[in-house]
């Protein structure tokens, strides 16, 4: 035998990991007997371990007897790295920018301490919530229900937490990187003389719900189950998107593929930033873009904007491309770039100016078709190609 695996610290630090990986791994939570059957340790060491780490906050038991889970600190540790964590940033300042919310809207993650506010995008009412970004605050009780692996019998059902600390609501919804477990958290805080719970749930929940799922399949979620393990293992079959989902769609910070043709007669495509007002896609050609002078000779062109997640909504368009009336007025076009830029980029971004623009096209189509769903899984009736 090794003489470091003698050592009692050594054993006491392997089986402490052991632990630890075991609870991370099991999101429903272990009987004492389960544990006892993996790590090998003694019933009072064991319970030695479990008290101490319960102290401490990285587990935690729902009831008396009940099983153990990872607790906030330990759930902290599942926290992304910097990268993931301002990717998850940008997504949440793109999905926001998608519409204007009647309330102050965060972003938290778990931090070995308390909740940190990540994210923020402040209600424009004179009364509002503002909280403070980048503080850790233990008094954010909705986002740490909602937050636990295994959470009370009630989060687990619904999907979300709410509570109301004082003259406050505050409705917090996971976000799922594996669509199971939760590893961040959106936060709608409301005043509460404004609201009442049921006109809350009923006018907020849906679109944060649909948000949080959005946010969970951008960071790899292929489902969106909060705390279920049992995923859905089909999709819907392929079914057309009517003109408001098709309109919910295109409002989504998905970038299109153009495809033009080149002078020679070979095809060109580009992915390009896109906008759609009902009538027409707008977009732009940045400085140094070959497509432009293409869509000046022949202005036939098509575009594709699919998600790569479910519902898998895709489209498709068809039309002729009309370059903006000399460029219109410079304050115009800078004020279509920060709004690109916000959609995009989650934020009005300095360095994009209208200088950065050689031409802005409308593209008028004569097909545009849209799609959710497997693809090819049903035979629509009429359906053009």
């Known amino acids: 035998m090794d003489d470091m695996t003698a050592d009692p610290l050594t054993s006491s630090a392997e089986r402490t990991l052991r632990l630890v990986e075991l609870l991370l791994s099991e999101p429903d939570g272990l009987t004492p007997q389960e544990m006892l059957l993996v790590l090998g340790a003694s019933r009072s060491s064991l319970f030695n371990l479990l008290r101490r780490l319960k102290t401490l906050g990285y587990i935690d038991q729902n009831e008396r007897r009940g099983r153990y889970h990872s607790g906030p600190r330990l759930q902290a540790w599942r926290s992304a790295p910097t990268d993931s964590m301002q990717t998850l940033l940008s997504a949440f300042y793109q999905e926001a ?161 153009l495809a033009c043709i080149r002078p020679d007669g070979k095809p060109h495509v580009i992915p390009v930033w896109q906008s759609w007002d009902g009538v027409h896609f707008t977009v732009i050609a940045w400085q140094g873009s070959q497509w432009a002078e293409y869509l000046l000779q022949n202005p036939s062109v098509s575009l594709t904007i699919d998600e790569p997640w479910p519902p898998l909504r895709r489209v498709a368009a068809r039309g002729t491309a009309f370059p903006l009336a000399e460029q219109s007025s410079l304050a115009k076009i800078d004020a279509l770039v920060q709004r690109f830029a916000c959609r995009y980029l989650g934020a009005s971004a300095n360095t994009l100016k209208a200088e950065n623009v050689l031409r802005v096209f409308q593209i008028e189509p004569d097909y545009l078709r849209g799609w959710q769903g497997l693809p090819g899984s049903v035979s629509l009736p009429g359906r053009q190609s």
């Open 97 to 257: 920018s998608r519409q204007s919310w009647a309330e102050t809207l965060l972003l938290c993650v778990p931090a070995p301490e308390g909740i940190l506010t990540l994210g923020q995008v402040e209600s424009s009412q004179a009364v509002r919530s503002v909280y403070t970004i980048g503080e850790v605050s233990n008094a954010l009780t909705a986002v740490g229900s909602v937050l636990q692996s295994a959470p009370a019998v009630e989060v687990k059902a619904n999907g979300y937490a709410l509570t109301q600390p004082p003259q406050l609501f505050e409705l917090a919804l996971p976000v799922c990187p594996d669509g199971n477990l939760p590893q961040a958290a959106l936060l709608f805080s409301a005043p509460a003389y404004r609201w009442t719970q049921e006109s809350l749930l009923q006018v907020c929940l849906p679109e944060l719900r649909a948000m949080a799922a959005r946010l969970s399949y951008r960071m790899g979620a292929t489902q969106y189950t909060p705390y279920h393990s049992v995923l859905k293992t089909e999709l819907d079959p392929e079914s057309r998107l009517g003109p408001e989902e098709l309109r919910d769609f295109l409002e989504g910070p998905w970038t299109a593929r």
